[in-house]
């Protein structure tokens, strides 16, 4: 598993551009997105990486847009055009795999507490798909 995180100038982040020249594995095939603007640079991302052939996981509870009709409609053509729509936490386990991973106690704490926080997000988000 490769984690990549990186500045850009760009609208959308070609993957070719954010991995190293002399990587020894071979390139992904899954990505998973998340970020601010999901109509701009998210969608822009992730289109790309679906004309390419890649599986694209589009976090929904990680995505903004200053407008949430802009979010809306994003993530509809996102969904539409074949990536698929997640949450931070089920990422979260699916890329732990299983309760034996080392993390899993700490990750499930720290998840349960978060949904303790009320701050409305996810009723926004909800209220958004």
Same mark, same amino acid.
């Given at each position: 598993? @490769?984690?990549?995180?990186?500045?850009?100038?760009?609208? *959308?982040?070609?993957?070719?551009?954010?991995?190293?020249?002399?990587?020894?594995?071979?390139?992904?095939?899954?990505? @998973?997105?998340?970020? @601010?603007?999901?109509?701009?640079?998210?969608?822009?991302?992730?289109?790309?990486?679906?004309?390419?052939?890649?599986?694209?996981?589009?976090?929904?509870?990680?995505?903004? !847009?200053?407008?949430?009709?802009?979010?809306? @409609?994003?993530? $509809?053509?996102?969904? $539409?055009?074949?990536?698929? =729509?997640?949450?931070? $936490?089920?990422?979260?386990? =699916?890329? =732990?795999? !299983?309760?034996?991973?080392?993390?899993?106690?700490? /990750?499930?704490?720290?998840? /349960?507490?978060?949904?303790? /926080? *009320? *701050?409305?997000?996810?009723?926004?988000?909800? !209220? *958004?798909?």
């Amino acid at each position: 598993m @490769i984690y990549v995180t990186a500045e850009k100038t760009l609208l *959308n982040a070609h993957p070719r551009s954010l991995l190293p020249h002399s990587n020894p594995l071979p390139p992904p095939t899954s990505f @998973i997105l998340f970020g @601010i603007e999901a109509h701009v640079c998210v969608q822009q991302t992730c289109l790309d990486l679906l004309s390419l052939g890649h599986e694209v996981h589009i976090v929904v509870d990680g995505t903004s !847009s200053q407008s949430p009709l802009d979010r809306e @409609i994003a993530l $509809q053509r996102m969904s $539409q055009s074949g990536a698929f =729509m997640t949450t931070a $936490q089920s990422v979260a386990f =699916m890329l =732990m795999g !299983s309760a034996e991973h080392g993390e899993f106690k700490n /990750v499930s704490k720290m998840i /349960v507490e978060h949904g303790k /926080v *009320n *701050n409305g997000f996810h009723e926004a988000a909800r !209220s *958004n798909l």
